[in-house]
């Protein structure tokens, strides 16, 4: 028997061009994932496990796509995977990180260490009573005492009201020589935080893929295990973007179930189902 096999390289393909009268610059690769999420560029990493996780969903969505976060983690640690991209870059983080007073030195430094972060309001309930920093920890060899010896007090501090737009917390910061400034209300309760990271972040990116709170977009793969709903419960307090419910065979009873479920629970996160390989089957998860 005879086996004739065929072969093609580079060099036997071409894609002959045809007249246009496009020019790169006017080109526009903006593609819409769901009805709410739209990306600069058509990247979405694949939900498969180990793929991605906060430093490649981080990266990917600065340049205009969107990073689905694995689920072969604890809901737990997939959550704070999705909360570190959320916090990443923002024009104002909503919800920062806070310390009470008692908090003692040593578990500041462990706060800072593991979300990587060099400053931390402190507050009694929602007021604002002080701020602490990488200056005020820096040589600090009591770790046992209160946070409330080594911060920076409420009367010291520089604070800007809310509505301020970034121009303006710019110019504030450069005026007094700040890295953040706290957002507050007439009642000085926190209402969010301003970086000068933040701020050189969101200039050095422009098409990244942010929601309208000026966060990093991020999604997150969920399957039918008997986990998934407390999962989504947390990717949701997380503020994940999109639910990739991810199986191998989406055109099943047990996805359509677990994607009804989310809708129903969830009605402002985005869900994309699958996989999906026939006619029938998209026409199923849609």
Request: net charge positive; proline share 5%.
């Amino acid at each position: 028997m005879r086996v004739v096999r065929k072969a093609l390289t580079f060099d036997d393909v071409l894609l002959v061009p045809a007249y246009s009268t496009v020019v790169p610059r006017d080109v526009s690769l903006r593609t819409r994932l769901t009805r709410a999420v739209t990306l600069d560029i058509p990247l979405l990493s694949a939900a498969m496990d180990t793929v991605t996780e906060s430093r490649l969903a981080i990266a990917i969505a600065q340049e205009g796509g969107l990073g689905i976060i694995h689920k072969n983690m604890a809901p737990a640690k997939q959550a704070a995977e999705v909360a570190k991209v959320k916090r990443f870059e923002s024009g104002v983080v909503k919800d920062p990180i806070t310390i009470p007073p008692s908090m003692s030195v040593r578990q500041v430094l462990a706060l800072t260490a593991q979300y990587r972060i060099s400053g931390l309001p402190v507050v009694e309930g929602r007021r604002i009573v002080g701020i602490v920093t990488n200056r005020d920890l820096r040589f600090e060899t009591n770790l046992d005492q209160p946070v409330s010896q080594i911060m920076t007090p409420r009367e010291k501090l520089v604070t800007v009201p809310e509505g301020t737009d970034l121009e303006t917390a710019k110019a504030l910061m450069h005026r007094h020589r700040l890295e953040r400034v706290l957002v507050v209300n007439g009642e000085m309760e926190l209402r969010g935080l301003i970086t000068v990271k933040d701020i050189f972040k969101s200039t050095e990116h422009p098409h990244a893929c942010k929601d309208e709170l000026g966060r990093l977009r991020a999604g997150a793969a969920v399957g039918v295990a008997a986990d998934t709903e407390p999962r989504v419960e947390a990717l949701v307090a997380a503020g994940v973007d999109v639910i990739v419910v991810d199986t191998a065979h989406g055109h099943s009873q047990g996805v359509l179930d677990r994607i009804s479920w989310i809708k129903k629970r969830y009605p402002n996160v985005q869900i994309i189902g699958g996989n999906g390989a026939t006619a029938a089957g998209a026409l199923a998860l849609a």
